[in-house]
């Protein structure tokens, strides 16, 4: 309980008695040693032969040689004065190898791009406007009526039955 500025103090209530009652707060806090300390002290200390003693359970993250290798392999990095941040030797050849191979292909690409003649382009060319003529015409078909859909499969079956029966 704070009595700050602009508060009336109880009546009978002196400031100094409520300072040394704080102070006296604080001192009996200090004294009392773990005073908050709920657990009991455990019976497998006294040495009574008896009682069977736990055993510290073993973590499977640090038991497992994965993590024993990647422990030493760090520490080994700390003693040589490398940042965690910097890969090992093997990981960051093979990453250059595998960049250069992407720039090799790269410039293959391009390089097979400028070498194709003007009729190979033209034939490109065609073809692209083909596929989105095709694009277009189902595009259209789909916003079509169901009577004229229905009336193009008749007259589709129609042609192959007379083609049928001619034959």
Known sequence: MSW??????PPGLPRASLRKSASMYTEIQ??????????????????NPDLIKPK???????ASKSHQELHR????????????????ELQRVLEHRRRDLLIRQ???????????????KELLKRHQRL?????????????????IK????????????GDEKAA
């Open 4 to 9: 700050g500025t602009g508060q009336h103090l």
């Open 30 to 47: 200090r004294e009392q040693p773990d005073g908050g300390n709920i657990l009991t002290h455990p019976d497998y200390i006294d040495g």
């Open 56 to 62: 510290k359970l073993l973590n499977p993250v640090k």
């Open 73 to 88: 392999e760090l520490l080994m990095n700390h003693k040589r004065g490398l940042g965690v941040e910097s890969k090992p």
């Open 106 to 120: 790269k410039k293959e690409e391009e390089e097979a791009k400028k070498l194709q003649s003007p009729f190979e």
């Open 131 to 147: 596929d989105q003529l095709e694009r277009e015409q189902e595009k259209q078909e789909d916003h079509a009526p169901e009577f």
């Open 150 to 161: 229905v009336k193009e499969n008749l007259r589709r079956t129609s042609t192959v039955t």
